[in-house]
């Protein structure tokens, strides 16, 4: 549903639900915004080296 279809909405529904709508719309485009702004820093993390293969293989326990 996009904010231009709330205007046939009104007609149909009560001032409150109107709002409900309205307002779950802002949330959703929001949430939205919020996902995009994540995966853009997520894609900005410059790349982790590997480390060399004898390490990482093994676990000392001692007690």
């Known amino acids: 549903m996009e904010v231009s279809s709330l205007g046939s909405l009104s007609a149909a529904l ?9 307002n779950t719309l802002v949330l959703k485009k929001a949430m939205d915004i919020q996902a995009q702004n994540a995966t ?9 080296s590997s480390n060399p293969t004898h ?7 001692k007690v």
């Open 40 to 48: 853009q820093l997520l894609e900005a993390l410059p790349q982790v």
């Open 14 to 22: 009560s001032p409150v639900e109107v709002k409900d709508a309205a």
């Open 55 to 61: 390490l990482g293989n093994s676990v000392d326990v």
